[in-house]
């Protein structure tokens, strides 16, 4: 007797949109998940179980349409399927909520501090950060976490996140050659993580820094009367 599997008749990743095709109206909605992102993909270099998309529809019911961040973490998946990436994010083949959704307001308001805090508070998932840059009195980074099905407020910034071990937070930076206030990873100590560029920036330096010392302490031996060559 064949047994029934009611997910096999659920559609999947590849046969489900991608996104809700709703063009953004602001450039920082995909830059700064995207940096998070590059930040995570040096920090997390060795880790295979860890998956962050970027506008990318998570599908929670095979009845309603998905709900797409600007940008979420889930823990303890696949990083990669295969050469093609992921078309979407599908529960129910996932297996895994993420731990974290992410919003960046734009100029045209889109909910994020009710109907979709809402959205992400039923569907579970524990953290939710909005990034405000339009915000002059109010914090332009809020982070939620769930507590009894209820979004509480963590004050700071930046704010640590002891499931996945790392915090997020805000300061001012340069990244793609455009100053200003930008969101990062952080450590326990509340260290900052390097952008690439950062980290590309600091290896020249210190090499340049070896280069200099070694020029120097041949010069050293030379007055000693010591060919640095010869040793």
């Known amino acids: ?18 996104s809700d095709d709703t063009p953004v109206d602001n450039e920082l909605q995909n830059i700064i998940p995207g940096l998070l992102k590059v930040i995570l993909a040096m920090v997390w270099a060795e880790r295979m179980d860890w998956f962050f998309g970027i506008d990318m529809g998570i599908y929670h019911n095979p009845d309603l349409p998905p709900i797409v961040p600007d940008g979420f973490l889930s823990l303890g998946v696949e990083r990669f399927y295969d050469q ?25 308001y889109r909910n994020e501090y009710s109907t979709k805090k809402a959205e992400y508070a039923k569907l579970g998932i524990l953290y939710y950060v909005v990034y405000n840059p339009f915000r002059r009195r109010k914090p332009r980074l809020e982070v939620y976490k769930l507590v009894n099905n209820v979004y509480e407020f963590q004050d700071g910034n930046p704010v640590w996140f002891p499931e996945i071990g790392l915090g997020i937070g805000i300061e001012q930076g340069t990244y793609l050659g455009i100053p200003r206030e930008w969101m990062y990873w952080y450590n326990q100590q509340e260290q900052r993580f390097l952008t690439p560029e950062e980290d590309k920036k600091l290896a020249q330096q210190e090499a340049q820094q070896a280069k200099q010392e070694t020029q120097l302490l041949r010069e050293r031996l030379r007055s000693l009367g010591v060919d640095p060559d010869l040793i």
């Open 1 to 18: 007797m064949l047994e029934y599997n009611p997910l096999s008749c659920l559609p999947s990743s590849e046969e489900l949109p991608d």
């Open 84 to 108: 093609n990436l992921r078309p979407s994010y599908v529960l129910w083949e996932e297996k895994k909520l993420p731990i974290l959704a992410l919003e960046v307001v734009s100029q045209t």
